[in-house]
């Protein structure tokens, strides 16, 4: 198994809130709400928008320019066929925030518990 990526600290983002990270050569969104932490590619696939700039609600976060909606775990999209983006496992360990440095393959993450603090 590949080594985890250190990409913030716990105190770097609080609840409710995004940023954009760096995962090896991804930029990948990342996300602390009341289920836990989670990452996705950072790039809308519509039309490029940083999704760590979209709203967070639900278990969903949805692109600030035309509303694409992808689910936090899964990177599923909410409607329609198609196609979503990557989701990346995230561990928090004491302080530390750390995002598997690939994807996970699609569907998996499914029944995958969510880091909490």
Known sequence: ????????????LPAGGSMAVTVGERRVA??????GWFALDDTCPHQGM???EGHVEGGC?????HAWTFDLRTGAMTFGDFEGVAAYDVLVRGA????????????DGQDLPTARR
């Open 1 to 12: 198994m590949s080594r985890y990526v250190r990409v913030a600290s716990v105190t770097d």
């Open 30 to 35: 990342l996300f602390h709400t009341e289920r």
């Open 50 to 52: 940083p999704l760590s």
């Open 61 to 65: 976060v949805t692109c600030a320019w």
């Open 96 to 107: 530390d925030v750390l995002v598997a440095p690939r994807p996970r393959a699609a569907g």
